[in-house]
């Protein structure tokens, strides 16, 4: 039976494979078009995702409408966005690698079902994870790369740009375009 993204939320909701699902208030699943062209995969919810159970709502995801409306012309019901680990770390720590293995299968079924022709990673983490290297964000972004049909361009994490690193939010700009390059022609 073809699962849909419902019956995965759900099994979310229950999942305990790992000890962050002891500290959540509850994860954060992903929201947007089943139909989107464009989905974001970002690394892990923070404090005001944790509380809502909505990714991408601080100050980040701010940003992100703002570069979705500027560079795309789309607001976020237009596009899918998601996270690599569904629960929040505590202290907003990095992710550990058996916590983003417990969460993987999710975010597979999520791209599966949503199909979208473009994927932008937001970070290291999700950069790393769907192009399999330990290779960082800095030297990724800037290029296309294919991931089962779909098209993946790296950015920084919004957060990056948020700390005022020089040129960050020009490139996330830069990637946003080719973005909209591929999907609109």
Same mark, same amino acid.
């Given at each position: 039976? #073809?699962?849909?993204?419902?019956?995965?939320?759900?099994?979310?909701?229950?999942?305990?494979?790992?000890?962050?699902?002891?500290?959540?208030?509850?994860?954060?699943?992903?929201?947007?078009?089943?139909?989107?062209?464009?989905?974001?995969?970002?690394?892990?919810?923070?404090?005001?995702?944790?509380? #809502?159970?909505?990714?991408?709502?601080?100050?980040?995801?701010?940003?992100?409408?703002?570069?979705?409306?500027?560079?795309?012309?789309?607001?976020?019901?237009?596009?899918?966005?998601?996270?690599?680990?569904?629960?929040?770390?505590?202290?907003?720590?990095?992710?550990?690698?058996?916590?983003?293995?417990?969460?993987?299968?999710?975010?597979?079924?999520?791209?599966?079902?949503?199909?979208?022709?473009?994927?932008?990673?937001?970070?290291?983490?999700? #950069?790393?994870?769907?192009?399999?290297?330990? #290779?960082?964000?800095?030297?990724?972004?800037?290029?296309?790369?294919?991931?089962?049909?779909?098209?993946?361009?790296?950015?920084?994490?919004?957060?990056?740009?948020?700390?005022?690193?020089?040129?960050?939010?020009?490139?996330?700009?830069?990637?946003?375009?080719?973005?909209?390059?591929?999907?609109?022609?």
């Amino acid at each position: 039976m #073809t699962k849909t993204l419902d019956r995965i939320k759900q099994e979310v909701l229950g999942c305990t494979k790992c000890p962050l699902s002891e500290h959540r208030k509850q994860p954060v699943f992903g929201v947007g078009s089943i139909n989107a062209d464009l989905m974001f995969i970002g690394e892990a919810p923070g404090a005001e995702e944790d509380r #809502t159970g909505l990714p991408f709502i601080g100050r980040s995801g701010k940003l992100l409408d703002t570069l979705l409306l500027e560079e795309l012309n789309m607001d976020r019901s237009m596009c899918y966005i998601s996270n690599i680990v569904k629960c929040r770390p505590p202290e907003n720590r990095d992710p550990k690698p058996e916590e983003i293995d417990s969460c993987r299968p999710y975010l597979k079924e999520q791209l599966g079902i949503i199909e979208p022709k473009v994927i932008i990673t937001l970070g290291n983490f999700a #950069t790393r994870l769907l192009l399999e290297t330990k #290779t960082g964000i800095t030297k990724l972004r800037g290029n296309i790369y294919e991931y089962s049909g779909s098209y993946l361009i790296p950015t920084f994490h919004p957060a990056a740009a948020l700390r005022g690193r020089k040129g960050v939010l020009e490139a996330m700009r830069t990637d946003f375009r080719k973005a909209k390059e591929i999907i609109y022609g």
